[in-house]
C-alpha cells in the first residue's frame, strides 16, 4: 500500500526559483494537506483542500500556492523560493469530515533548501 | 493568536519509567489528535478524542481530554526503547473552518 507519496524527497533550490512539490494519495480520500515542519515546532498549516475542487488557506499560506489537480492529487508551489522557505514539507490525506476532524494519513516529506 | 502550547519539549527518561506530555489551548477545541513522529520519519496518528472529559487507552498509553476541552495529556507506563520520538498534539478550533493546529511536540529520548 503507497498510502501518501511526496516527491521529490530532497530538493536544493536557489533564491529566486520556483518549484512544484508534488504529492499523490491512493486511500480514495477527500481531504488533502500541505504543512511545513521546522526544526523545534510542530506542523503548521500551509494550505487544505477539504475536498476535490476546493483549497483554503491554512495557517501560513504566503509565498505558496496549490493546485487540487483530481482526488488524488494536491500540489504545492513555490513561485519565487526565499531562505525562509528552507523547511520539511509534508502532504497529507483524510477522509472527509465536518471540522476538519479525521486523522491524517501523513507522505514521508520533502526536505527542501533554499540556498 | 491562537495556539495550542505542549510540554515539556524534550524528556528523557530511563526504559522502564513513565512519561507525560501535556497540551494545553487558549481557546476551545472541538477534537483533539495525537501523533507520533520517529525521528526521520512522518507523524502517524495514534488517537482523536472528542468529547470533554474523554480518556482512551491503547496498552500502555493513556490519553485525556480535559473537561473545558482546552487541554490534553499523553502519559505512557513503562517506556520501553520503542517509544522513541516526538509526540505531537493536534487540535481543531472550535470557532473556525480551518484551524488545524499543532503543538511543537515533545521529544522523547529513553536510556536503555
Known amino acids: 500500500n503507497a498510502g501518501v507519496t511526496q516527491t521529490p524527497k530532497f530538493q536544493v533550490l536557489k533564491t529566486g526559483q520556483s518549484m512544484t512539490l508534488q504529492c499523490a494519495q491512493d486511500?480514495?480520500?477527500?481531504?488533502m494537506y500541505w504543512y511545513r515542519q521546522d526544526p523545534g515546532m510542530g506542523l503548521r498549516l500551509i494550505y487544505y483542500s477539504a475536498s476535490e475542487g476546493t483549497t483554503d488557506k491554512g495557517e501560513v499560506p504566503n509565498g505558496y500556492n496549490v493546485s487540487r489537480l483530481n482526488k488524488r492529487e494536491f500540489s504545492l508551489r513555490l513561485e519565487s523560493a526565499a531562505p525562509s522557505q528552507t523547511s520539511v514539507y509534508f502532504c497529507a490525506s483524510s477522509e472527509f469530515g465536518r471540522d476538519l476532524n479525521q486523522p491524517q494519513h501523513f507522505g514521508d516529506g520533502t526536505r527542501l533548501s533554499i540556498l | 493568536g491562537q495556539q495550542v502550547m505542549q510540554i515539556p519539549q524534550y524528556q528523557h527518561v530511563q526504559e522502564g519509567e513513565d512519561f507525560t506530555t501535556y497540551c494545553n489551548s487558549s481557546t476551545t477545541l472541538s477534537n483533539i489528535q495525537w501523533y507520533k513522529q520517529r525521528p526521520g520519519g512522518h507523524p502517524v496518528f495514534l488517537i482523536q478524542l472528542v468529547k470533554s472529559g474523554e480518556v482512551k487507552k491503547q496498552k500502555r498509553l493513556t490519553f485525556q481530554f480535559g473537561e473545558a476541552k482546552k487541554n490534553s495529556s499523553l502519559h505512557i507506563t513503562a517506556t520501553q526503547t520503542t517509544d522513541v520520538g516526538t509526540y505531537f498534539c493536534?487540535?481543531?478550533?472550535?470557532?473556525?473552518?480551518?484551524?488545524?493546529?499543532f503543538g511543537s511536540g515533545t521529544r522523547l529520548s529513553i536510556r536503555p
Open positions: 486511500m480514495n480520500h477527500n481531504s
Open positions: 493536534a487540535g481543531k478550533v472550535y470557532s473556525s473552518a480551518s484551524k488545524i493546529i
